[in-house]
């Protein structure tokens, strides 16, 4: 099975992904984490995302199209969640070509709802282990023991330097003009279902699995 979730920044697709991969077996591909992982590796390509990634605009269609299609090539036969892809109308006819060429279509289209003023406390709120990448949040989800990964133990925490106020305006805009039109496109194609995501991380869980059971 293949999903997407689409939502603006601190909806919680990261946080629901990561829950489908440890209870389904799933693959998260999250082109926020290529690109983050591009943009540290130093290379000329890594130091413009990095441009584009700190002010909080999209990276150009070509390169994350290009980063997603080699990471299907290595995909098994697990089913995979795209996290944060497509996010242009392009992107989403290159997934669509590259799925066909897979004979493994898209199953579900999930929209992560959450309003605007809850998504700036959840962004100011994030951080997470700088060693296995835990994501947690100040007040929703901190960690067990202060200061000490809940899944490795690490005492290594980061925050993104994308999480600030200006950042996430331009995000948050990006997200409306460019992303926002896929959801009509999916649900013309009848493959859209909408999730409430301002509920809990558990209940959000469970509307997101009562779809994927329908
Ligand atoms: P990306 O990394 O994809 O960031 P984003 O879309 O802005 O989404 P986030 O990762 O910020 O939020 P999320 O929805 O995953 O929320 P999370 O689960 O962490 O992209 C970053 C940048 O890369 C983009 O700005 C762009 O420049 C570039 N980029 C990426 N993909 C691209 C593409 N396809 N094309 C072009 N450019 C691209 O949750 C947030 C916080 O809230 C956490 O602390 C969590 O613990 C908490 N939380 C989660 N759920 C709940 C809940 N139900 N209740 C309370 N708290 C919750």
Avoid: W
Avoid at 182 to 204: F, N, R
């Amino acid at each position: 099975m293949n999903i997407i979730l689409i939502g603006p920044p601190g909806a919680g697709k990261g946080t629901q992904a990561k829950r489908l991969v440890t209870e389904r077996g799933m693959v998260q591909l999250s082109t926020g984490d290529m690109l983050r992982e591009a943009r540290d590796s130093g290379t000329e390509m890594g130091q413009r995302v990095a441009e584009v990634m700190s002010r909080g605009a999209l990276v150009t269609d070509e390169i994350v199209i290009g980063l997603i299609a080699e990471k299907l090539d290595s995909l098994g036969a697990a089913g995979a969640i795209f996290d944060g892809f497509p996010r242009t109308l392009a992107q989403a006819d290159a997934l669509e070509a590259l799925l066909q060429g897979r004979g493994a279509p898209i199953d579900h289209v999930i929209e992560m709802r959450v309003d605007d003023e809850a998504l700036v406390a959840r962004i100011s709120g994030r951080f997470s282990c700088g060693s296995c990448g835990e994501v947690y949040h100040d007040t929703t989800r901190p960690t067990r023991t202060e200061g000490i990964c809940d899944v490795c133990g690490s005492t290594e925490f980061l925050r993104r330097a994308d999480d600030n106020e200006d950042s996430l305006r331009a995000r948050l805009m990006a997200y409306y003009k460019q992303t926002s039109p896929l959801l009509g496109y999916y649900h013309a194609k009848g493959q859209l279902s909408v999730v409430d995501g301002m509920g809990e991380m558990d209940a959000v869980a469970g509307d997101v699995a009562a779809v994927l059971d329908r």
